[in-house]
Nanobody, 120 residues
């Protein structure tokens, strides 16, 4: 299993920036990719960004050009750099890691979430 801990959330003014971090422990060698999703009050969970070990990225349209997902070389920590934040970005952000095991399928591990509030 993989244990994940998010950090870096907080209160920021519109137009400001935050950098979220996700620290992984456990079977980090087996991680095939990582990403972030968020859940705003009264809304369903939505994917924010995904990064595979091959370097492929995917962002939802509303954050393209503003958010950047990255990882360190050891794959023990990954980040979400959030620039030009908007009030509608307010949500609890969760990091996740996925592992593709042959003969088993896709396995996912999730963090506990970190609150991001964008308000003046």
């Amino acid at each position: 299993q993989v244990q994940l801990v998010e950090s870096g959330g907080g209160l920021v003014q519109p137009g400001g920036s935050l950098r979220l971090s996700c620290a992984a422990s456990g079977s980090v060698f087996s991680i095939n990719g990582m990403g972030w999703y968020r859940r705003a009050p009264g809304k369903e969970r939505e994917s924010v960004a995904i990064l595979t070990n091959g370097g492929k990225t995917q962002y939802r349209d509303s954050v393209k050009g503003r958010f950047t997902i990255s990882r360190d070389n050891a794959k023990s920590t990954w980040y979400l750099q959030m620039d030009s934040l908007r009030p509608e970005d307010t949500a609890v952000y969760y990091c996740y890691a996925f592992r593709l095991q042959i003969g088993v399928g896709l396995l996912e591990d999730w963090g506990q979430g970190t609150q991001v509030t964008v308000s003046s």
